[in-house]
């Protein structure tokens, strides 16, 4: 699978997949979010207070990053019939985003290095017996209270259920 991250995105596509990225638990906008003529990185919170200011929202711009992110999360609440809702709808997307481009990333690093474990494709017919077998298996659990066999616990239910619901998946792609 082609990699999606990038810390020198290159197309626009590439641009648009990282334009909001973590760097030392801090969100940032790459190329200050295409809004500084200096087209320099900027955290977040500056990119915000620079939107606050362009647009003359009716938010208060404080120098505490804190402060401000609480002052965006309540804008949340006017929704996007306003510049004010607006921007804390961008602000919110964009570092949700950055939360998860970072796991992204991680993942991909992991894999660049041969981190992680890629299982086998396995063919229908061989699916079909797996699956039918976790079926049955789940079907007819033993249930012996004299020998103190209950069946599955949460656990082993929830990796049945996981098991058979990935074969069913596959099975449909």
């Not at 990053?65 to 306003?82: A, I, K, N, R």
């Amino acid at each position: 699978m082609k990699r999606l991250t990038t810390d020198t995105p290159r197309t626009n596509i590439e641009t648009a997949l990282n334009l909001f990225y973590a760097n030392d638990g801090q969100a940032w906008a790459r190329g200050g979010g295409g809004a500084f003529a200096e087209n320099k990185d900027r955290t977040l919170y500056d990119y915000a207070r620079m939107l606050i200011k362009q647009h003359k929202a009716m938010i208060e711009i404080c120098d505490d990053d804190m402060q401000l992110g609480e002052e965006l999360t309540d804008c949340l609440w006017y929704g996007p019939g306003c510049i004010e809702g607006l921007i804390a709808t961008l602000y919110t997307t964009a570092w949700a985003f950055a939360e998860i481009r970072a796991r992204l990333k991680q993942y991909e690093d992991e894999d660049e290095h041969g981190l992680l474990i890629h299982l086998p494709d396995v063919p229908d017919r061989d699916r079909e017996s797996i699956r039918d077998l976790l079926s049955d298996a789940k079907a007819e659990w033993i249930h012996d209270p004299s020998v103190g066999l209950y069946g599955p616990n949460e656990d082993e239910e929830a990796l049945l259920t996981a098991l058979l619901d990935g074969l069913l998946l596959k099975g449909e792609s």
